[in-house]
């Protein structure tokens, strides 16, 4: 699929029930929210950082997420998946995030949503990038589609079908995943 596919695909997805908490939080759109640069917004640095490895000249592939995806899967390292609050890049474990919101009762829209899709029945769609030497996928959209992947699992139901939207990480950019997902 083509990045601008993908990118409208996550858009579509995500105005529905983000668009007021985006211009509350100062940006003036879905796109300014998701591609600023400017610095003085809550979870910028971590930003600039993710875009780096989408590239707008790759295509991606989609593929079923499966419990091989599951078991090589971390969050992406945005502001609300930061642990410690520091101002460095971490990821972030599937467990250790689901943990979080279950102890700290950090349920959200973007977790009711996906709750709502499943219990229609639709699909869920997720976008990420993979390494090929690290054997891992960074999760870019679609953490809280998870948490609630990982709920229905936890209480014994099958989720829907889920879809991931995966870019290979290009070689150059190798470093920039291995610092974001070990540091």
């Known amino acids: 699929m083509e990045f601008k596919q ?4 996550w858009k ?5 029930f983000k668009y007021n908490e985006i211009l509350e939080m100062g ?4 796109e ?11 979870g910028i640095l971590v930003r600039n950082q993710i875009i780096q490895l989408l590239d707008p000249g790759k295509k991606f592939d989609c593929l079923d997420y499966d419990f091989n995806f599951l078991m090589k899967s971390t969050f992406a390292p945005f502001e609300k998946w930061n642990m ?13 995030a689901y943990l979080m919101v279950y102890q700290n009762n950090l349920w959200s829209s973007s977790y009711d949503f996906a709750i709502n899709k499943m219990a229609r029945k639709e699909d869920l769609t997720l976008v990420g990038v993979y390494s090929r ?10 953490c809280e589609t998870l948490i609630a ?21 290009d070689d150059s950019l190798e470093n920039l995943f291995f610092n974001i997902y070990h540091s």
């Not at 940006?27 to 879905?30: D, E, N, Q, T």
């Open 133 to 142: 030497n690290l054997d891992r996928i960074m999760i870019v959209d679609g």
């Open 6 to 9: 993908v990118i409208d695909d």
């Open 149 to 169: 992947y990982l709920r229905m699992l936890a209480i014994g139901i099958q989720p829907v079908n889920c879809k991931i939207f995966l870019q290979i990480v």
């Open 32 to 42: 300014d929210y998701r591609f600023s640069f400017s610095e003085n917004k809550p």
């Open 84 to 96: 410690n609050r520091s101002r460095t890049l971490s990821s972030t474990t599937l467990s250790s």
């Open 12 to 16: 579509s997805r995500e105005i529905k």
């Open 27 to 30: 940006f003036k759109s879905w």
